[in-house]
């Protein structure tokens, strides 16, 4: 399968896959938090699929939440409470045509969930929620199920659009330092 992506350059693709395989050995599952069309989470599928692992993947599938107060920059403007909307239907419906192990597939916002929704163990993680809080959240629950050898991959760190992003890791990094590989995109 390809790279096809209007959300994650074919650069980051290669690298969050390159992580990914690493983590094959890791124990746990993967996890996406943000899966919008699902473009990243086929890729996982596909490295997953020869596994025992599962492949949990998150999404409001009502798009994007309202921007907080901390996601505020006049690069930002195009991203907009509503956009990136997708049903949870057309997700499944993808992994179907491809032929590939259907997730579990969460539709909540992440301030919903509790760790009851997600896997024991995490050896894999991407976090591709765009805003403050959604990242905020995400890391609150999947921290503390990361094992020590696995890696949570962050989107957008680095995008001066989605100032959000880089406060809510940051803040959280200040509280300690993670057990397991943190990589920042
Ligand atoms: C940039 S897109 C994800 C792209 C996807 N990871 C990929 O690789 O193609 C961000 C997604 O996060 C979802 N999202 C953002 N904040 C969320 C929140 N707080 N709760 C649930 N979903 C959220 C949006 O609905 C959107 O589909």
Redesign the pocket.
Known sequence: MSWK?D??SEKETERILELAQECLDISGDFV?M????????LLLAEIVKASEKKLWI????????EKSEADESVLGTNFKSGE???TKREVKERFLRAELPVPVIKK????DLTSEDLPEKIAFA?L????Y??IR?SIKLVAPRMDAGGVMVV?DYTNLALPGVKRAVDEWMQKGTPQFEVVLL
């Open positions: 992506n959300q994650v996406e943000g899966c919008y069309k699902g473009d990243t989470s998150y999404d409001s599938f009502e798009g994007l939440p990136l909307l997708v909540a916002w992440f301030r991407f591709d929620g765009d805003f809080e959604s959240d989107h």
